[in-house]
């Protein structure tokens, strides 16, 4: 079980928190700190993951979530499969990264950014063993490894903010769902990233937060990083987005995403679906936030991304308040999958990718591979 550090119950400004920390320790090998998302807005906590099995679990039971931030997450599990691993064989170690991996995938299925950070892991490892480096060579290559795609993923959502802020208007109304903030990444956002960068640029920006149901993390998280950086915002029930647009008060719309397939469509949390088509309806231009790590270039559409069902406890109990019938049948589909047609266009890292998708999208990949 992970170990809950630092608690407190007030909480304390995101701008000076991290959503996870790596501290050494003297024996060479360190620990996670997550910021407990369970239990924001009214707590802040952080739980400490000691070795790859506690990571796993931080990510299964959402301490931790968000796509970019479970890829982080991920990485550090891998770093501490190894760095915790007591065999002294290159090939042992190789086989237990593998069972690491392979245990970490399985917690979460949607967001590719966790598969993506597991494979550059494994395949750094059998590189760095086919190039004879030892045991502890390898896992300190993997720790630095993880702190570099910690790093990465900052930079890149700082770049997606700069690309993003050009496309709001001062006096926008603009609406976010879900959580793509700093909570949800190693830090400053990816949607929220791109509202923040608005509002520092000093545009007068008012954000419509969906509360996003079931999980509620619009409401609990979203509207707390927000409040937290002073950006004037107004929750509303997702069944308020409809009514708003048509009567002309959301002038832009911005989501984060779990796994963009190489034609565009792009998975979500669940309910962006449905704004995108409303937004289409209104004529309002519905874009998505999200780094490189985040499209899948091995699906061609999202028919082929897995939607991760969750327990209907979450639908029918609200902070442990049952609301239906005992034993009424309920669903979870945790995400849905916008199709590229809705989306205006895909702000990355690299510059925001336009239809037709499967050209920009692969566009933006072959800048990256020209300047690594
Ligand atoms: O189930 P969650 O909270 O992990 O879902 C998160 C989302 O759907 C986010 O919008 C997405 O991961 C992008 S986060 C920058």
């Keep these: 079980m992970s170990e809950i550090v630092n608690p407190t119950h007030a909480p304390q400004r995101v701008n000076s928190v991290n959503t996870l920390e790596w501290h050494p320790n003297n024996q060479g090998s360190g620990e996670l700190l997550l910021i407990d998302q369970i239990l924001l807005p009214h707590h802040f906590e952080m739980v400490r993951c000691r070795n790859y099995q506690e990571v796993g679990e931080a990510i299964r039971t959402m301490k931790v ?49 966790l598969a993506w950070a597991v494979s550059r892991s494994l395949e750094a490892a059998q590189e760095w063993a086919k190039e004879g480096h030892s045991v502890p060579g390898i896992s300190g290559k993997l720790l630095e490894l993880a702190k570099k795609i910690h790093e990465d993923d900052v930079a890149a959502n700082r770049a997606m903010g700069a690309f993003g802020a050009a496309l709001i208007n001062d006096g926008d109304n603009i609406l976010t769902h879900c959580n793509a903030g700093a909570l949800a990444t190693a830090g400053y956002g990816t949607a929220v990233g791109v509202i923040r960068a608005a509002h520092e640029a000093g545009k007068r920006i008012h954000v419509w937060v969906d509360e996003t149901r079931p999980y509620l993390q619009g409401a609990r998280l979203t509207a707390w990083e927000l409040q937290q950086q002073g950006i004037p915002l107004t929750l509303i029930t997702d069944n308020m987005a409809g009514h708003l647009m048509y009567r002309g008060k959301v002038q832009f719309i911005v989501t984060g995403a779990d796994r963009i397939a190489s034609n565009g469509d792009t998975a979500n949390k669940i309910g962006t679906y449905s704004l995108s088509v409303l937004a289409k309806e209104n004529n309002i231009p519905f874009y998505i936030a999200a780094p490189l790590s985040t499209i899948d270039l091995n699906i061609p559409d999202g028919e082929a991304i897995p939607i991760e069902e969750r327990s209907t406890d979450e639908v029918t109990i609200i902070a442990g308040k049952r609301i239906a019938p005992e034993g009424v049948k309920a669903a979870h589909p945790a995400f849905d999958v916008t199709p590229a047609r809705y989306i205006h266009g895909i702000i990355t890292e690299r510059g925001i990718a336009r239809p037709p998708y499967q050209e920009s999208i692969r566009a933006l990949f072959s800048i990256n591979s020209k300047e690594d």
Excluded at 67 to 80: C, D, E, Q, R, S
Excluded at 94 to 100: I, P
Excluded at 101 to 108: C, W
């Design 65 to 113: 979530r968000g796509a970019p931030a479970i890829g982080v997450t991920a990485a550090y599990g891998m770093a501490l499969a190894a760095l915790e691993s007591v065999s002294s064989e290159v090939v042992q170690l190789l086989a237990e990264l593998r069972e690491a991996g392979s245990f970490l995938n399985a917690t979460r299925p949607t967001a590719v950014n």
